[in-house]
């Protein structure tokens, strides 16, 4: 965001004209004016930079994922390095769908596993983009979804899955759905929030709350026997695990990864 520069206040002493009477010497000399003090103008503050941790933060404990430039904190799932496509690209977490050939392709995880915690970051897709955001994911399977629930990332506007509450951008993906469309447009970046606390979590979007759940619960596991994820046993049941980015062959970029551990 661009701020306008603070404006300087120039104070111009008052100029007071005097009537003179007819006989000037009759009429008593102007009192000298008073010097006018200005208060200063209020400073505005800047935001903070990309990829830093506030003094507020870093105090609180939280800790970054990912600092602008390296990704030593990740890599591919069931690999030793990053699968291919994943790169740091101006400030960001970038991920460009590579061509046949040029390299074993999969989801981003972090190299630690967590399991009760606050992650905040911004996601950006381009015109029907999809992704998400998993988190106590195992790699036991062969993909990131068998064990681990998704915030969804998503074009709303030109994706099919925009148009159900369930699979729109925000959603605990296929489960639950939040109560309106709050993505910004293509070419802005949405601030996700999530925070996982034992079986209760929360997911925001773009500082509202989207959708509360109980994991392990029996609303939880009628859910999921309804659902496409009911032939994963382990799906959602894990109490640690990676967070995982998802490659679904498009184009996104993730960027200010956070994340704060929370007692056990």
């Not at 000399?29 to 903070?48: G, R």
């Not at 190299?111 to 988190?135: I, K, P």
């Not at 959603?171 to 999530?194: C, K, Q, W």
């Not at 999921?224 to 990676?242: E, I, R």
Request: hydrophobic fraction near 40%; charge should be negative.
């Amino acid at each position: 965001m661009t701020y306008p520069s603070a404006l300087t206040r120039i104070l111009t002493p008052a100029v007071v004209v005097f009537a003179l009477a007819a006989c000037g010497a009759d009429s008593p000399a102007p009192e000298s004016a008073e010097p006018t003090t200005a208060a200063p103008p209020t400073a505005i503050e800047a935001e903070p930079a990309l990829n830093t941790l506030t003094t507020e933060q870093s105090a609180a404990g939280w800790q970054l994922l990912f600092d602008g430039t390296r990704l030593d904190a990740w890599r591919g799932s069931q690999l030793e390095g990053l699968a291919a496509g994943w790169t740091a690209d101006d400030g960001a977490i970038h991920f460009v769908p590579p061509g046949e050939g040029e390299g074993e392709r999969g989801d981003l995880i972090t190299r630690e596993q967590y399991a009760n915690f606050e992650l905040t970051l911004d996601w950006a897709v381009t015109t029907g983009g999809n992704s998400g955001v998993m988190f106590r994911v195992s790699e036991d399977g062969d993909s990131s979804y068998f064990s681990g629930p998704e915030i969804q990332i998503l074009d709303n506007v030109a994706h099919r899955d925009g148009l159900k509450a369930e699979t729109s951008a925000g959603s605990n993906y296929a489960i639950h759905g939040p109560p309106s469309d709050l993505t910004r447009p293509i070419g802005e970046f949405n601030e996700a929030r999530l925070r996982v606390d034992g079986a209760q979590v929360t997911q925001w979007l773009n500082g509202v709350e989207q959708v509360s759940y109980e994991l392990w619960s029996d609303e939880w596991t009628q859910l999921v026997a309804a659902s496409k994820f009911s032939q994963w046993p382990q799906y959602g049941m894990n109490k640690s695990g990676h967070i995982a980015l998802q490659d679904h062959g498009n184009e996104i970029w993730i960027r200010n990864i956070k994340i704060l551990v929370l007692d056990d």
